[in-house]
């Protein structure tokens, strides 16, 4: 993959593998390392030993020094395109909102689906229609 093309955009959701640190890491390939309790995702520019040199696609500067056992995943080439903005939306308060909303629209339906079969069930009684007659 050219160093130069952008991997994913906001919203998009990646796929990685596991990969051994201690392994072959390429220069130029996207990976995901441990840093105070996160992964970082980005690419890979330089090793020296067991120091690495990190930049995102995006960033002007590097990460800073990384060291090999801190990495975890290696980006495996395949995304799908802004899914992840789904999952961004329903966190955020109007999405919260919106679902709530959602729920209470498709339970007030059953709601009321259930007190229509409750009313045609009384009428067909009164017409003295037996429910395997209809």
Known sequence: MPQDEVVAD???VCFFAKVDPNGELSVGSVYGYRRKGAIITHR???VEGDVLGFKGDNNP???GKVLRDAVAYRYLGKRLFGIGSVALYAQS?????ST????G?????EV???KVSSIERKRLE???VSEDEE
């Not at 308060?93 to 909102?97: K, Q």
């Not at 629209?105 to 339906?109: D, L, P, R």
């Open 44 to 46: 890979l520019m330089f």
């Open 93 to 97: 308060p109007l999405g919260m909102w």
């Open 126 to 128: 009164e017409l003295g």
């Open 112 to 114: 009321a689906m259930a």
């Open 61 to 63: 500067a590097y990460d």
């Open 100 to 103: 709530a909303c959602a729920i």
């Open 10 to 12: 906001v919203g998009d």
């Open 105 to 109: 629209v498709v339970a007030g339906s």
